[in-house]
């Protein structure tokens, strides 16, 4: 399996779901909302583990849901850096979202996740590169919210 693309993965999980009598409902489960996260490092197959307890616990469904790197939301990534960097070539942010690229098309994270009385449990695989997606997407966030923040309180002051 390459550790670049979760396609095949991705694969197997619906097969062992749909194997264990479990139906999938497509949906992501934000951070704001009460959940336990299911602690598997080192475990490549830890995923099944959940699954099996989902069954286990009488979960009707497991949700499933998956991100896949868009070319369209990697441009505008690029983009962005590039403007936060400008004339800056040579950037950490702009080089890291150009870096990015080559995994346009791929799929780079799977979260599995069961209700148990009252609690959302959760598992996420998830690539190397895309948590450096994320952690560069949420930089440039910060910095668009500092440079936002600054525009206010110069409005503020000159009235």
């Known amino acids: 399996m390459s550790t670049d693309n979760l396609l095949s993965l991705k694969d ?8 264990h009598g479990l139906r999938r ?19 490549p197959d830890a995923w099944k583990d ?4 989902a ?29 936060m960097n400008f004339p800056d070539e040579e950037a950490t942010e702009l080089v890291e979202a150009k870096w990015l690229r080559k995994y346009a098309g791929m799929l780079g994270y799977i979260q599995l ?13 998830t690539t190397e590169w895309y948590e450096r997606f994320q952690t560069l997407l949420e930089d440039i966030e910060a910095f668009q919210d500092i440079v936002i923040d600054d525009a206010h309180s110069q409005d503020e002051e000159e009235e």
């Open 12 to 19: 197997d999980m619906v097969a062992f779901i749909e194997g």
């Open 25 to 43: 409902l497509p949906g992501y489960v934000t951070e704001d909302i009460p959940s336990i996260l299911w602690e598997g490092k080192g475990n």
């Open 50 to 53: 959940f699954v099996e307890m």
């Open 55 to 83: 069954k286990h616990v009488g979960a009707p469904f497991v949700t499933f849901s998956e991100m896949t790197m868009e070319r369209e939301e990697l441009d505008a990534l690029i983009e962005e850096a590039g403007e």
């Open 113 to 125: 996740g069961f209700v148990y009385q009252g609690l959302v449990f959760l598992h996420e695989t």
